[in-house]
């Protein structure tokens, strides 16, 4: 793609954005990026791009801007729907997401994760596993670092290991990973994508372009990955934590197994994973799968593996005060990957709930939280909601914001509880993002830490 002396328009000034305009701009192209937010609210975005030549439209979206351009490149964050971008593609404008901008530069073999829940965890697992083969190694795409920023370290030998979201799906055109592994599909994103069909229609699209000798990797268990398989060219891998497989990664006793092409092959022990629970067991077999088909060893699979402490802001194991254990799942952003947090505990749970809804039912909280959680805290704009859908089934408690519920979660726990935090809604309401929410977390906690450490050094003296 050659963007030398092209107008190009970047919508929004978040990460993503601002990597995609600063690199269109040192490619020859003419940048104009616009923003809904004043100019004083992204003043410190402003002050970088400017030095490059890239004019900033701050303070709302100029129609006469998205007419002129010869292409666009709307953030994650902007939906498609927005009339502007509607009315570019009436033009003959192309739209076309950083994911797919990315695509036409990068060099490399591509392996792309998606799913409603687990593919940072999964991302960064086969991050480890392929940097310890000693390959040329780039992890990126919705997992923080933007897929643009890697193509200049990109190149023939590089394996490039992307987590890939149902927004940045949209607006591809050509996108072709090597390996594509779709992990799961539950309910999410509802407040953007107009119904559960479109949402999953999204998901499927990370297989549109890849031909007959690229692999897609399924989630066996999860019917609705499932349905997708048969739709797409690639050959189709498959993993599973609950049945025997021909093509894919299982679980055989205590020991996960890789099977093609008629062998099978024991990778590692299902005792080596140090993540807890079930749901980071499927992360690892399809971490299994992608690796094994790009040629990486079992046993150095089984040895990054079992030295991979997991990712911050899943299930993070934050301290134990006084015989209480807490625990950052910020990440926990919708409901399944709430329950999927619940279960990785026996029980004796207090449950830090809310943040802002994204049309989420509730409702599948409740029977989980009933069997494990003594309490549930409820905090943010979602938690009148939360309130109406948990009622009658164990102790609830309103708070206003995180902080109090830490506090009040440290009042009522006793030895042996576990204090998690697994939101099952977005941060915006009070957050910048989820990373914001989970540090402000266990801020909090040090600070418990720090007051009980303080009197036990009082009672000793």
């Not at 107008?7 to 990597?19: D, K, M, S």
């Not at 050959?235 to 092409?261: C, H, K, M, N, P």
Request: aromatic share 6%.
């Amino acid at each position: 793609m050659d963007v030398n002396g092209k107008r190009a328009l970047v919508v929004g000034l978040a990460r993503t954005g601002v990597a995609a305009a600063e690199f269109l701009a040192r490619r020859g192209a003419h940048v104009t990026v616009s923003e809904q937010e004043p100019a004083e609210q992204v003043a410190e975005y402003g002050e970088r791009l400017r030095p490059l030549g890239i004019e900033c439209e701050t303070g709302g979206h100029q129609q006469a801007t998205f007419l002129r351009a010869d292409f666009i490149v709307p953030s994650p964050g902007v939906p498609l729907s927005l009339p502007l971008l509607e009315a570019a593609r009436r033009k003959g404008i192309e739209i076309l997401s950083e994911l797919e901008l990315a695509w036409r530069f990068l060099r490399g073999s591509v392996v792309a994760i998606t799913g409603s829940n687990g593919k940072t965890t999964t991302t960064a697992l086969l991050g480890k596993i392929f940097s310890d083969s000693g390959r040329l190694t780039l992890v990126g795409g919705n997992i923080g670092t933007p897929a643009i920023t890697l193509v200049e370290a990109s190149g023939e030998a590089a394996t490039i290991v992307l987590e890939v979201s149902s927004f940045q799906l949209e607006a591809i055109s050509s996108f072709r990973p090597r390996v594509a592994a779709l992990l799961n599909i539950t309910p999410d994103h509802l407040d953007r994508h107009a119904s559960m069909a479109d949402y999953i229609a999204a998901k499927a699209r990370l297989f549109s372009y890849q031909r007959e000798d690229d692999f897609a990797v399924f989630n066996a268990d999860d019917p609705r990955s499932a349905a997708l398989a048969a739709g797409v060219r690639a050959q189709r891998i498959w993993f599973s934590r609950q049945r025997r497989l021909d093509a894919g990664a299982y679980l055989e006793g205590d020991r996960i197994v890789f099977a093609t092409g008629g062998r099978r092959e024991r990778v590692l022990p299902q005792s080596a994973i140090q993540l807890k629970g079930l749901h980071n067991l499927e992360n690892v077999l399809a971490a299994v799968c992608a690796a094994r088909l790009l040629g990486v060893p079992a046993e150095v699979i089984h040895r990054a593996v079992a030295s991979f402490e997991g990712v911050e802001h899943r299930l993070e194991f934050v301290a134990e005060i006084d015989g209480v254990a807490y625990y950052n799942d910020s990440k926990a952003t919708n409901v399944d990957a709430a329950l999927k947090a619940i279960a990785a505990f026996a029980g004796n749970l207090i449950v830090i709930l809310g943040g802002k809804d994204k049309g989420s039912d509730f409702a599948p909280l409740r029977e989980a939280l009933a069997g494990r959680a003594r309490c549930a805290l409820l905090i943010g704009a979602a938690r009148e909601k939360l309130a109406a859908a948990l009622r009658d089934g164990f102790p609830l408690e309103q708070v206003e914001t995180l902080p109090e519920a830490v506090v009040r979660a440290a009042e009522l726990a006793r030895a042996g509880d576990t204090v998690l935090l697994a939101p099952a809604c977005a941060s915006f309401d009070q957050f910048e993002n989820f990373e914001h929410r989970g540090r402000v977390f266990k801020e909090e906690v040090r600070k418990l830490a720090a007051v009980h450490a303080g009197a036990k050094r009082g009672q000793a003296s």
